[in-house]
């Protein structure tokens, strides 16, 4: 099979250079030419493979794109999940060669959604591939390649509940989601749900004149980071009343599991060029997996041109965003946040919430999935190592959609890397994750093909 899955190989890198050229990003609507091009690369692409029933599942959004291969009727099924949107390529001059222009450098491919989620999309499409032409598909296969996961994944709800009917399968095998190491063989069984929104806070009419009127009303730009910075205590403890209604402390055997984990710190922190810190009492792995999270993605105001220019704001802004773990319901957590800001907020100011998101709350794989041991054998057999199980700090929206409107788990086998910087500057997947990619791809399938049930037991 050597030189099946060279030839294999070699035409995966030439789809996904063609697909990483393609800028689809999902959250600048002056990128919906793109968007559309990546659907209709995708498109040709599956009915290349041989599927049929292909077309664009809308629901007002960037529409998802679908296939279908269907080999034995009444069969167990597999809805292969993925997508091809990606994340603003800004700051661009911190990129090395531009982000839309692939370059292979020091083993690795560089270029935005290259790691996340283009790359791990293109590996799953070239082992089918491989085992279509070679051997012939051992079980039924659905394709869902969606075009919002990195803007919160809005129309996927809708998109899965129109067509639950044709979505129908026995498990969900995604794409994405990310390995956590290259050097240790792991699979995720778990992650973080999210939820997020954005506030503005105003203090006056207009932008004021700093020397007239400095020292006698509140600076918006102030405001806005003193709210920031009442959401977390020194210690790093989350400092909102209510955020963690529902959160168990960790149970010892989980924090015992996590602490036999191999993990250098120091080396993850030498790498980040960054110094720990979070929340008091609990390790970095613990921090990253089993607690929760309250981030400032972006405040903002006032003047940001060069030079000076003496003026005080009279808005500033917010994002914010909580990763969440069991026990937490993104409304509720969404509401103790916006309800703390509001108590912070001084008098006289007035506090907007804008930009709101749904989220999803966490998700946990069942430990004696059917579906989860056989990729547990199969990374097994390609690394040759038993993967250990790891969570997810990240994450994948659709877990709890599909769990909900269609009954099934879902299991990710990503060969994105976590410290390949998706969502930053100079993205980039290892050429020899394509290689492993490729062998277990083609490996589960064979495996799925010999199981009696994909579901769990009742």
Known sequence: ??????????????????????????????YAAAMRKAQDYLLTWLRD???????????????????????????????????????????LDAWTTPPFEPAIRDGRLYARGASDDKGPIAIALGAIGMLAETEGLPVNLKILLEGE???????????????AGL????????????????????VTVAMRGNTGFEFTVRTAGKDLHSGRYGGILRNALHVAADLVSSLHDA????????FHDGVPEPDPAERGATRAIPFDEAALFRELGAAPFGEAGY?????LWLRPTLDANGLWGGYQGPGSKTVIPNEAHAKLTMRLVPGQDPARVKAAVIAHLRAQCPEGVTLEITETRGGAPAYH????????????????????????RVRMGATLPMTVLFREALGVETLALSYATADEDYHAPNEFIRLSAINEGLRAWTGLLRRLGKLPSLRPAA
């Open 365 to 388: 794989v069942p430990a004696d999935h059917p579906v989860l041991l056989a990729i547990e054998a199969t990374l097994e057999e390609v690394h040759g190592a038993r993967p250990l």
């Open 167 to 186: 979505l129908a399968a026995d498990v969900v095998v995604s794409a994405d989601g990310a390995r956590w190491r290259a050097d240790l063989p792991t």
């Open 1 to 30: 099979m050597t030189a099946a899955f060279e030839a294999a190989e070699a035409k995966l890198l030439q789809r996904l250079d063609s697909l990483l050229r393609i800028p689809s990003v999902s959250t600048d609507p002056a």
């Open 49 to 91: 493979l041989g599927f049929t029933g292909e077309m664009i599942l809308e629901a007002g959004g960037h529409g998802a794109v679908y296939a279908e291969r269907i080999v034995r009727p009444g069969g167990p099924t597999v809805l292969v999940y993925g997508h091809y949107d990606v994340q603003p390529p800004d700051p």
């Open 149 to 163: 996961e990195e803007v919160g994944s809005r129309t996927l709800p809708n998109i899965v509940r129109d067509h």
């Open 283 to 287: 390790s970095t792995l613990e921090r």
């Open 235 to 242: 210690d790093g403890h989350i400092a909102v009343p209510g």
